[in-house]
């Protein structure tokens, strides 16, 4: 069997009922891979007001010497993120789905995400928003 994908970029709406997360938080796709965002943070406003139907407005991918899948984001403030597909992240911090418009009354203020070196054990860390970022375990703990 073989199967073709049309690689282009898209975007995935978190699937939440509540419209302020539903119309606000979002992946970024790359044909049917995930892109994960280089970040220690889940908020990341896109430059331009077309990136929700257009995602190429605001990212780039850049060429690889490896051939490897790289592009660069660019936000509201001019600033770059390096996003990747997930399956190519490895002891990096990052985020998969973002809040995309931070200036919502009712969004929580976008939390720092911890790498796992500073997570300790004995302590059990409760999450109260919905944010989906995560952090890849350090490599003594796989």
């Given at each position: 069997?073989?199967?073709?994908?049309?690689?282009?970029?898209?975007?995935?709406?978190?699937?939440?009922?509540?419209?302020?997360?539903?119309?606000?938080?979002m992946?970024?796709?790359?044909?049917?891979?995930v892109?994960?965002g280089?970040?220690?943070?889940?908020?990341f406003?896109?430059?331009?007001?077309?990136?929700?139907?257009?995602p190429?407005?605001?990212?780039?991918?850049?060429?690889?010497?490896?051939?490897?899948?790289?592009?660069?984001?660019?936000d509201?403030?001019d600033?770059?993120?390096?996003?990747?597909?997930?399956?190519?992240?490895?002891?990096?911090?990052?985020?998969?789905?973002?809040?995309?418009?931070?200036?919502?009354?009712?969004?929580p203020?976008?939390?720092?995400?911890?790498?796992?070196n500073?997570?300790?054990?004995?302590?059990?860390?409760?999450h109260?928003?919905?944010?989906?970022?995560?952090?890849?375990?350090?490599?003594?703990?796989l």
């Amino acid at each position: 069997v073989e199967v073709h994908f049309p690689m282009k970029l898209w975007t995935s709406p978190i699937n939440d009922h509540r419209s302020e997360y539903s119309d606000n938080v979002m992946a970024f796709m790359y044909g049917p891979l995930v892109l994960a965002g280089l970040t220690t943070s889940d908020a990341f406003v896109p430059k331009g007001s077309t990136f929700k139907s257009d995602p190429s407005s605001f990212m780039i991918r850049s060429p690889t010497p490896d051939g490897r899948i790289l592009f660069n984001a660019t936000d509201a403030s001019d600033n770059m993120m390096q996003m990747r597909p997930l399956f190519d992240i490895m002891p990096e911090a990052y985020a998969v789905y973002f809040f995309t418009n931070t200036s919502y009354v009712q969004l929580p203020p976008p939390r720092q995400l911890v790498t796992s070196n500073s997570h300790s054990h004995s302590h059990h860390h409760h999450h109260t928003s919905p944010h989906l970022a995560m952090v890849p375990p350090a490599r003594e703990d796989l």
